[in-house]
């Protein structure tokens, strides 16, 4: 199975509070905070709900 790095770019500050649970339950929090996940749909739509927040790269 295929993974996705995800890493933080900019804080939660001032963002609704479910990005900031959805940021939560990624693993994440803190700026440059990297995390790696398998790439499943159900992550897909939360890194999709968080897009302008994180970045994502593929690893194979």
Known sequence: MSKI??????????????QKRTIKALGLGKLHRTVIHNDTPQIR???RAVQHLVTVEHID
Do not use: P
């Open 5 to 18: 790095k995800i890493t933080q770019i900019r804080s939660t500050i001032d963002r609704q509070e479910a």
């Open 45 to 47: 739509g939360m890194v």
